[in-house]
C-alpha cells in the first residue's frame, strides 16, 4: 500500500524513462544512466538540476514524431 515516505519519480529529461525513486528531501549529486537512451546524466538531488554527462544532446520534449505537420 502507499508507504508514508514521500518518494518521487525522477526521470531521463531526455526520454522520460524512469530513473530512480528519490526520497523526499534527499540532496547531493549523484550520476545516473538511462537505460533506455542511454543518457548519463549528473543529478543534484536538492534542486532537480539535470546535466548531461554522456549521450546525445536532448532531443526536444515535444520533438516526438507525430503525424500532425
Ligand atoms: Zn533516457
Given at each position: 500500500m502507499i508507504s508514508d515516505a514521500v518518494v518521487l519519480r525522477v526521470e531521463c529529461?531526455?526520454?522520460?524513462?524512469?530513473l530512480m525513486d528519490k526520497k523526499a528531501g534527499a540532496i547531493g549529486k549523484i550520476q545516473v544512466k538511462c537505460h533506455k537512451s542511454k543518457h548519463v546524466w549528473e543529478v543534484?538531488?536538492?534542486?532537480d538540476e539535470f546535466k548531461l554527462i554522456c549521450g546525445k544532446p536532448i532531443p526536444r520534449r515535444q520533438g516526438v514524431r507525430k503525424s500532425e505537420d
Open positions: 529529461p531526455a526520454c522520460g524513462h524512469r543534484d538531488l536538492g534542486t
